[in-house]
């Protein structure tokens, strides 16, 4: 079965480009998640969303932050102007409430570098 | 106070040693708890949910004390394939998990 897939896997960018990073769930969980990964502040809950809707948002850091997710299959995370403070390893994971309890899988990550 | 902390280690195990780590939640509503696992570069992986009688899967055992709020894990017979960051997660409502910063591992020969 293929897991989390996410891409692209490194983004290497400039100060205020637009960043779009995207995500596919494993096919029939209802749960999307959106991470990011420092070493100083660890792993962070960005937003999720259950069947395509955003639950929480409470971690987005500011506005220069969206996600979306069209259908069940997608969904994007968009930077828009990055900065060099963005850079991380962002992780998408998803999981469903038939699994084992909350395990959420996660996919491999993107590693976003902004110079 | 962050709502999950973890002692970050390293701990430096002998390969075939024990070795024990804990980490403390702030929120006394938590209802489930996990730990997870972090290789290198890697994405996070589960390894074992934390029941409140303690549970062991092979060499691993996880225990919760409910009224001091802290989870153990607990790694017997150390291999160098045990090498690596295991996270402290705390679920405290619905589907959202709280990710310590974990705890760094290094088994030696």
């Known amino acids: 079965d293929a897991g989390v897939i996410q891409s692209p896997r490194h983004e290497v960018t400039e100060m205020g480009q637009e960043v779009t990073l995207r995500c596919k769930p494993i096919?029939?969980?209802?749960?999307l998640f959106w991470y990011r990964q420092t070493m100083m502040r660890g792993l962070e809950l960005l937003i999720y969303f259950n069947n395509n809707v955003p639950i929480d948002d409470s971690g987005m850091p500011e506005d220069r932050f969206s996600a979306k997710m069209p259908n069940a299959s997608f969904s994007t995370l968009k930077i828009q102007p990055s900065e060099p403070r963005d850079s991380a390893v962002y992780f998408c994971?998803?999981?469903?409430?038939?699994?084992?309890?909350?395990?959420?899988?996660f996919g491999p990550g993107t590693r976003l570098t902004v110079l | 106070r962050k709502e999950v902390e973890q002692d970050p280690g390293p701990f430096n195990v002998p390969e075939g040693a024990t070795v024990a780590f804990n980490c403390t939640y702030s929120n006394s509503a938590s209802q489930s708890f996990f730990w997870y696992r972090q290789d290198c570069r890697k994405e996070p992986k589960l390894l074992m949910s934390?029941?409140?009688s303690g549970n062991e899967d092979g060499r691993f055992t996880a225990q919760l004390n409910r009224a001091s709020q802290y989870i153990s894990l607990l790694i017997r017979d150390s291999k160098l394939s045990d090498s690596a960051t295991y996270l402290c997660v705390v679920n405290s409502a619905g589907n959202k998990l709280t990710f310590g910063g974990g705890t760094r591992v290094l088994v030696k020969p």
């Open positions: 934390v029941y409140s």
């Open positions: 096919s029939g969980h209802d749960y």
């Open positions: 994971a998803s999981s469903s409430r038939q699994g084992r309890g909350w395990e959420q899988f």
